[in-house]
């Protein structure tokens, strides 16, 4: 019941993590990734997490108005904070605990069929509760996209395997726009888009100039 063309995206990006991650082989998931100071095995058990919470929070009802929405959510959350510092160091601990990827990725594949499923069968006007925050179940799964398709670039950063499918890209470049403000005036790719916009890559010279006042606002979320 929520936005067929985001339940399409959340489908696709969940299928595109699982697709990248079943052949890795016992050094690749120890190779680094977008998220500092993980490794693939790391961001996978990070994936996974955010998969449940997902769950969780589709049968969760708040009972009260959204407080935030599928833009204003990400500003919440900026790199640098002692809880993303907390965070990093919780995963890696209890990441090392598995033998291997393999237990990991099934649980994620599992969890994220049940989240899409969980989507679709959800009205995407319910208000409901995840991290504090609240928001109608059609914004948390854009939400949700965002997360997968960021994450997808960051496992590639060393692993050779294909980028994000475009749906899920586009609900990025979406969000982005929506948190600067208007459309981002420069001809970057999606790809490119999601990896300045989120800090992942730095700008340069040329692209700041070109961006003016708006540089400053970047990154508009890490």
């Known amino acids: 019941m929520t936005d067929q063309a985001d339940q399409?995206?959340?489908s696709t990006a969940y299928r595109d993590i699982v697709a990248v991650l079943s052949d890795v082989d016992a050094e690749e998931e120890w190779l680094?990734?977008?998220c500092a100071g993980?490794?693939?095995?790391d961001l996978l058990f990070h994936?996974?997490?955010?998969?449940q919470r997902a769950l969780v929070a589709l049968a969760s009802p708040a009972g009260t108005?959204?407080?935030t929405d599928a833009v204003s959510y990400w500003t919440h959350w900026r790199?640098?904070?002692d809880g993303a510092t907390l965070s990093r160091r919780m995963t890696r601990i209890s990441a090392s605990v598995y033998p291997g990827l393999r237990p990991m990725l099934d649980s994620f594949a599992e969890t994220a069929e049940a989240v899409v499923y969980a989507a679709v069968h959800t009205d995407p006007g319910l208000a409901v509760r995840t991290q504090g925050h609240v928001l109608r179940a059609g914004d948390l799964v854009r939400t949700l996209v965002v997360e997968a398709a960021i994450h997808h670039l960051?496992?590639?950063v060393a692993l050779d395997r294909p980028l994000p499918s475009a749906g899920p890209l586009r609900v990025v470049r979406e969000t982005l726009d929506g948190l600067l403000g208007e459309p981002l005036p420069l001809p970057w790719d999606d790809v490119t888009y999601a990896r300045a916009g989120t800090g992942r890559a730095?700008?340069?010279?040329p692209d700041r100039r070109a961006l003016g006042p708006l540089a400053e606002r970047l990154p508009l979320f890490g």
């Open 8 to 10: 399409e995206a959340l």
């Open 32 to 34: 680094p990734t977008g």
């Open 38 to 41: 993980w490794s693939v095995r």
């Open 47 to 51: 994936l996974r997490g955010d998969a």
């Open 65 to 67: 108005a959204p407080d």
């Open 79 to 81: 790199p640098g904070s």
């Open 154 to 156: 960051d496992l590639v």
């Open 202 to 205: 730095a700008l340069s010279e």
